[in-house]
């Protein structure tokens, strides 16, 4: 690749992943934000848990960005009677045609590229975990045998941080493999007139297929080929560092309220954030700035508050913040 | 902009070298205006250092080296660190960010420095570089790091250069302002001439050391003008007409304000040493007797100009009582500083055990008994009168009680007279004292308080509970 080539893929990266967030912003009012971290973990191949109170629009912004991109999509409606087998298959028996019975794999819903997980924290945590093999490892094992998932494969799961009546918070290692945790806010004035002007008219807005799969995977190797220089990752791994009570980079809020910090998952989701953000602003390096952009999605699902913590409810925005202003780039 | 980045692109091989040489041109101009304000925040003191110098070396007579030395050492170590500042030196990582963020590029200068300074080839990376280099040529790097003006700390650092030059270099007097004021003769200068200003004539001085010269030359050597009695006594009577002016203007003196003689020389040696070269020349056996005679006198006169030759005071404030003080073993202990010390607060004591006698002892500066015992403020240098000074008002008080409790007794009494030994009290002598009508005559009066010394005196007699 010679660096005009760069140049070149750097101008259609930033063509497709406007051309992306402007489709799903069709339909989705007042959430850049949102749009655009979620596409940059759909382009940096991580997952995305969506927090929102009911009705603001999370189970429509995955529908809208399953629109968009010409990939396949399932939906799992989480409830408490859901079972492993109900979201990654089980085995049956069927009839040959010509007499006799064999066992057939029949896949579940998580056999899409698409994947969303709907309140997702009203399932129990064995059904919650039958999605960790295929987060993190793009495969599914039943049996003696492990399938694997097609790329690019994406799960976005929603949750609602108002009921926690019967409901199943999330285990740690769950919560680690979901690249951001996106908090959709309440839309503004403004954003509830476009929303209620959009939907309560009979005819629908058509969100067109903008990107197809190979298309996304060309991106997500782009995203990846963006230079970083040590310092700038530096930076990333000591907000990581500093996230852990025991660390030297530890702020004081951090000391006091968390019990375990970030995992190494977040270093890597800062690092690909950080490059899928770059390459966003149309530039072939890293800078402190993009680390800093997804710095809050990427920590504030990883960090384990202590006892004083959520007995105080402290917030992890908020020791995350302070990380950011703690640690100097 | 494209067509200068596919300049940039097609060589490829010299965008990390332009980075660098980029990087390292603002971090110069950078490094250079930090040290300017830095030594221009140090130069006017530096300069006033030298000047300061430069005017107390005027004062104290110091060698004019110094402020020259001074000068240039400053000048020498401002030099060292404006080299030192701006030689090349490998860019930080620190320094690649604060320049970034001075220019506003985005973190693209610094990530490209520390691409640059690393070797590897990776497209991806000489894109990023071929683009940094073409901002970093676009940026205009003097603009970011303007020279500094300092237009005030330059004239102040040139004023000051300049009034340490001129103290050193123009103002005349090879020994300084301290040595020329003092050489005029001003009231009170520390004189370094071989008699003390004021203190003979000069033409009275020049005429006793030729008489001296004559008689030591003895009359052989004479050719034909042998010294006579006449001269000598003609000298003599000049001498003492010099040292009775003298004492007029040392009286009148006195009785001014004093603080303005800030000292003569101490007793003098040179009036010593004329007395000794006139004592040895009237032992000179081929003088005639009246020669010999007359030259003892004036041996004795200048001995005696010597010794009527006030202390010289070891401060201002000293000399200021000087002439006021009573003379005496009271005066002598105070004559050590402005405190009376335990020496003499003790001395008077022992006067006040001794009983009737009222011998007051008085240690000098040294903390020996000053001279022979007297009665009283006796003492052996007693010469000037006045008083104002505590150990004189206690001296004197305790006095008047001396005398008081023996008038009052009107009889023959007999007082032993204890002193603590080693081993216990014993009686040592026994003093008999003869009853003493009350006589107001003897009770002085003690010696007028200054008034700026009241306050100080009723502090020290009124205690408070």
């Not at chain 2, 300084?176 to 001085?205: C, E, I, M, N, Y």
Request: glycine share 8%.
């Amino acid at each position: 690749m010679t660096p005009a080539a760069v140049g070149q893929s750097i101008e259609q990266f930033r063509e497709r992943f406007v051309r992306i967030t402007q489709e799903v912003g069709r339909r989705i009012v007042g959430h850049e934000e949102v749009v655009n971290l979620t596409v940059t973990s759909l382009l940096a191949g991580g997952h995305v848990l969506l927090e929102g109170i009911p009705g603001v629009g999370k189970t429509s912004l995955v529908h809208t960005l399953a629109d968009a991109l010409d990939l396949s999509f399932s939906r799992i409606q989480f409830t408490p009677d859901l079972m492993p087998a109900d979201i990654v298959g089980t085995t049956i028996v069927q009839e040959r045609p010509h007499g006799g019975t064999f066992f057939e794999f029949q896949p579940g819903p998580i056999f899409a590229n698409v994947v969303l997980a709907d309140e997702i924290n009203r399932a129990t945590p064995k059904t919650q975990s039958a999605l960790l093999e295929a987060m993190q490892d793009v495969s599914v094992s039943v049996g003696k045998t492990t399938y694997k998932l097609e790329q690019p494969f994406l799960v976005l799961a929603t949750q609602n941080p108002l009921e926690m009546e019967g409901t199943y918070p999330l285990p740690e290692a769950q919560l680690d493999r979901f690249f951001f945790k996106l908090k959709v806010m309440y839309p503004s004035e403004d954003g509830m007139h476009e929303i209620l002007e959009r939907t309560t008219r009979d005819a629908e807005t058509a969100v067109a297929r903008v990107v197809d799969r190979s298309t996304l995977m060309e991106m997500r190797h782009v995203a990846r080929s963006v230079a970083v220089a040590r310092p700038v990752q530096s930076y990333a791994i000591r907000l990581t560092l500093g996230s852990h009570p025991d660390s030297p980079y530890a702020t004081p809020l951090v000391k006091r309220y968390v019990r375990y910090g970030a995992s190494p998952r977040a270093a890597q989701a800062l690092v690909l954030g950080g490059k899928i953000q770059a390459l966003n602003r149309g530039q072939a390096f890293v800078s402190i700035d993009d680390i800093r952009a997804v710095a809050l999605p990427a920590l504030r699902h990883r960090l384990l508050l202590n006892f004083e913590g959520e007995a105080n409810e402290v917030s992890t925005d908020t020791i995350v913040d302070e990380l950011l202003r703690g640690i100097a780039p | 902009m494209k067509r200068g980045l596919a300049d940039t692109i097609s060589g490829m091989h010299s965008a990390a070298e332009t980075v660098r040489a980029r990087v390292a041109l603002a971090d110069r101009l950078r490094r250079r205006r930090e040290t300017s304000r830095r030594l221009w925040r140090a130069t006017p003191a530096a300069a006033a250092l030298c000047a300061g110098v430069a005017a107390g070396a005027r004062w104290a007579g110091w060698s004019p080296l110094l402020p020259l030395g001074v000068l240039g050492l400053a000048a020498v170590a401002l030099a060292g660190y404006a080299y030192a500042s701006g030689r090349d030196r490998a860019i930080s990582d620190t320094t690649a960010a604060d320049i970034d963020g001075l220019a506003g590029l985005g973190g693209e200068l610094r990530s490209a420095s520390w691409f640059a300074s690393h070797d590897g080839h990776d497209p991806w990376v000489d894109f990023h570089l071929s683009r940094a280099a073409d901002r970093l040529q676009a940026t205009d790097w003097t603009e970011l790091y303007p020279p500094v003006r300092a237009r005030r700390a330059k004239a102040a650092s040139a004023v000051m250069a300049i009034v340490a030059l001129a103290l050193v270099l123009i103002v005349p007097g090879p020994n300084g302002l301290h040595a020329s004021v003092f050489a005029s003769g001003a009231p009170g200068a520390r004189g370094r001439t071989s008699l003390p200003a004021g203190v003979l004539p000069a033409d009275l001085q020049k005429q006793l050391e030729e008489l001296l010269k004559r008689a030591e030359e003895g009359p052989a050597a004479s050719a034909g003008r042998a010294l006579t009695a006449g001269e000598v006594r003609d000298l003599l009577a000049k001498l003492a007409q010099a040292r009775d002016l003298r004492s007029a203007k040392d009286a009148k003196h006195d009785t001014n304000a004093a603080g303005n003689s800030i000292g003569l020389p101490g007793k003098n040696t040179d009036l010593d040493e004329l007395s000794a070269r006139a004592k040895r020349a009237s032992e000179i056996t081929s003088l005639s007797p009246e020669v010999r005679d007359a030259l003892a006198d004036v041996a004795e006169k200048l001995s005696d100009m010597a010794d009527a030759q006030p202390s010289s005071p070891r401060d201002p404030s000293e000399a200021i009582g000087a002439a006021d003080a009573p003379k005496g073993d009271a005066a002598h202990a105070k004559n050590g500083g402005n405190n009376y010390d335990d020496s003499s607060v003790q001395a008077v004591k022992d006067a006040s055990a001794g009983g009737g006698i009222g011998v007051i002892m008085m240690a000098n500066e040294d903390g020996q008994p000053a001279g022979e015992p007297g009665l009283g403020l006796g003492g052996a240098s007693a010469e000037n009168k006045g008083g104002g000074r505590m150990p004189d008002f206690a001296a004197a008080l305790r006095k008047e009680t001396i005398a008081s409790y023996k008038d009052d007794t009107g009889e023959k009494t007999t007082q032993d007279i204890r002193r603590k030994t080693d081993r216990a009290t014993a009686t040592v002598a026994y003093a008999g004292t003869q009853p003493a009508a009350f006589d107001k005559g003897r009770a002085t009066a003690p010696p007028a308080v200054p008034e700026n010394r009241r306050a100080a005196v009723r502090t020290y007699f009124i205690r408070k509970p």
